[in-house]
């Protein structure tokens, strides 16, 4: 998916993005999570979990945990794969320009295919 934001592209989490989610995770959860970087390594550690990082020219900016559960029925739909978003962050000097947004459609593509 195309974002709205000019140079800004999401990629899938790179182990040179490791230093980058954890500052972003202390600053952005620490008022959410008594250990906020522990909290965000276990989710992305957890199965079925994906990781998506927004760079906008080739910095890191934000990121978002999906995770895609197969759940044995939910309502009238037997056996659907069902997408939980565990967590996203955006640096505060970037906010307001649509990086969000991004990630978030991002996030819900991934989880349609």
Same mark, same amino acid.
């Given at each position: 998916?195309?974002?709205?934001?000019?140079? /800004?592209?999401?990629?899938? /989490? +790179?182990?040179? @993005? !490791? #230093?980058?989610?954890?500052? /972003?995770?202390? #600053?952005?959860?620490?008022?959410?999570?008594?250990?906020?970087?522990?909290?965000?390594?276990?989710?992305?550690?957890?199965? @079925?979990?994906? !990781?998506?990082?927004?760079?906008?020219?080739?910095?890191?900016?934000?990121?978002?945990?999906?995770?895609?559960? @197969?759940?044995? @029925?939910?309502?009238?739909?037997?056996?659907?794969? /069902? +997408?939980?978003?565990?967590?996203?962050?955006?640096?505060?000097?970037?906010?307001?320009?649509?990086?969000?947004? +991004?990630?978030?459609?991002?996030?819900?593509?991934? +989880?349609?295919?």
């Amino acid at each position: 998916m195309r974002s709205l934001v000019t140079g /800004l592209e999401l990629r899938p /989490l +790179a182990a040179d @993005d !490791a #230093r980058f989610i954890a500052m /972003l995770s202390r #600053r952005a959860f620490v008022r959410y999570a008594h250990r906020p970087v522990r909290t965000v390594l276990d989710m992305l550690a957890a199965r @079925d979990s994906e !990781a998506f990082v927004a760079h906008l020219d080739d910095v890191p900016v934000g990121f978002t945990v999906v995770r895609l559960v @197969d759940h044995p @029925d939910y309502g009238p739909v037997a056996g659907p794969r /069902l +997408a939980h978003l565990d967590a996203i962050a955006v640096e505060t000097m970037v906010r307001r320009r649509g990086v969000g947004r +991004a990630l978030l459609d991002h996030a819900e593509e991934h +989880a349609r295919h």
